[in-house]
């Protein structure tokens, strides 16, 4: 009986087959696959952390101002950013299952050469070289959180996200007591961190081998959500303006919030390092809130409340103390973070068979959007103040508001999901 109904669904008699029971087929692979490409995800952004962090100890070692650090964001982010989109589609026509280890690889050897950097030129080319290893790593691990899901797209978006939320989180913290006592030369210790990622990443990639072309025939498969070409490009548009504002208000907070305490409030900057931290680890609590529950009470819903319900307490934040302003950067860290998988998988049901161009696109946009934002905040804190860049930021989540002009298409994709 087993065969006859494996045939009939092969050959498409059963296409209502309950999620619940495919997603249990295949319940122990799919969850090991997530939690090693989590993980990954973990010390990649972990890695790709430590720039931002130990900003304090590059601007008093290399006596840099804000302008410059800000460059170095946008040199990360950028090329963070670029080649993201061209390796999903790339990727879309012809798996790279072992892409994950190579661009692991190139950040590697960017980490080696930030650890001995001697020059504010050669800080920009170690922090390019980690931004070329993101474009790679970004989309296709993506793709294999997708293949893995067993349907639940948002949950696996989002346990994978949680794994870079949580790296980047742990950056700071590891900086603060690795990196400020010892100095730029002990970042070489994190090499282990990536050649542990790049062992990991083979495994995934024979396991991705093995999978991929039935994978991306049956996404080149999926069918249309039954809106128009017009829509779908509106829609887009609308995402990516939510992406700019979630991003940009984070970067503000990633780049400068260290600078923001030492100014404003004189703590010291491992206190600075430990408050980014907290931060940091609300936005990784929030992550994991958004695709679960995206799942269960729809895409449009979370990206109501996450952007836009952010902004009570962005505004309020330029004016609060020290404690208030950690209490109020951990409920912007959890509201905001929930966000991005939801938009995510929202764009892949929007346009179905392009998991990787779709992936690569907005990975790369956020990364881009956070580098520019970075320099010209950056610019801008220099002409005026850094109190003045968080008063200008509080109001980027209003632009939440352009989620009422999303279309619903949540019913017609339920209606297919069972085949996907």
Not at 19 to 40: D, P
Request: glycine share 10%; proline share 4%; net charge positive.
């Amino acid at each position: 009986m087993d065969d006859v109904r494996r045939n009939m669904e092969e050959m498409g008699l059963l296409v209502n087959t309950p999620k619940q029971t495919r997603t249990e087929t295949g319940a122990k692979v799919a969850f090991t696959i997530l939690a090693a490409i989590s993980f990954c995800h973990l010390l990649n952004d972990m890695v790709q952390s430590l720039i931002p962090a130990i900003y304090p100890i590059l601007k008093s070692t290399f006596h840099l101002n804000f302008s410059q650090l800000g460059l170095i964001t946008f040199t990360f982010q950028v090329t963070a950013s670029l080649l993201q989109p061209f390796v999903g589609l790339w990727a879309d026509r012809r798996p790279k299952p072992y892409s994950l280890a190579a661009g692991m690889g190139c950040t590697l050897v960017g980490l080696l050469l930030l650890s001995r950097a001697w020059s504010f030129g050669m800080i920009l080319v170690s922090s390019a070289l980690v931004g070329v290893g993101s474009s790679v790593f970004h989309p296709e691990s993506s793709r294999v959180a997708r293949m893995a899901s067993g349907g639940q797209h948002g949950l696996a978006q989002s346990v994978f996200q949680v794994g870079g939320n949580t790296g980047s989180a742990l950056g700071p913290l590891l900086a603060a007591f690795i990196v400020a006592p010892r100095g730029q030369h002990s970042i070489s210790v994190f090499s282990v961190a990536a050649l542990a990622a790049i062992v990991l990443l083979i495994n995934v990639g024979n396991w991705y081998k093995k999978r991929a072309q039935a994978k991306v025939k049956a996404a080149h498969t999926a069918p249309a959500v039954g809106v128009s070409s017009k829509q779908i490009a509106v829609s887009i548009a609308i995402l990516a303006a939510l992406v700019f504002s979630k991003y940009i208000y984070l970067v503000s907070l990633s780049s400068y919030y260290t600078f923001y305490l030492i100014t404003k409030f004189h703590v010291s900057v491992r206190m600075s390092q430990i408050y980014l931290f907290v931060f940091l680890g609300a936005v990784a609590a929030g992550t994991i809130i958004g695709g679960p529950v995206g799942d269960r009470v729809g895409r449009k819903h979370v990206i109501w409340w996450s952007i836009l319900g952010a902004l009570p307490f962005t505004v309020l934040l330029p004016y609060a103390n020290l404690f208030w302003t950690s209490v109020l950067t951990v409920v912007i860290g959890l509201v905001l973070a929930s966000a991005f998988s939801a938009i995510l998988v929202y764009a892949q049901e929007l346009v179905p068979g392009k998991i990787g161009m779709i992936s690569g696109v907005f990975f790369g946009f956020a990364f881009g959007i956070a580098g520019v934002g970075a320099a010209l905040l950056g610019a801008l804190a220099d002409h005026t103040s850094i109190y003045f860049v968080y008063r200008i930021c509080s109001f980027l989540p209003a632009i939440g508001l352009l989620t009422a002009l999303l279309p619903d298409v949540e019913p017609n994709r339920r209606g297919s999901s069972m085949r996907v």
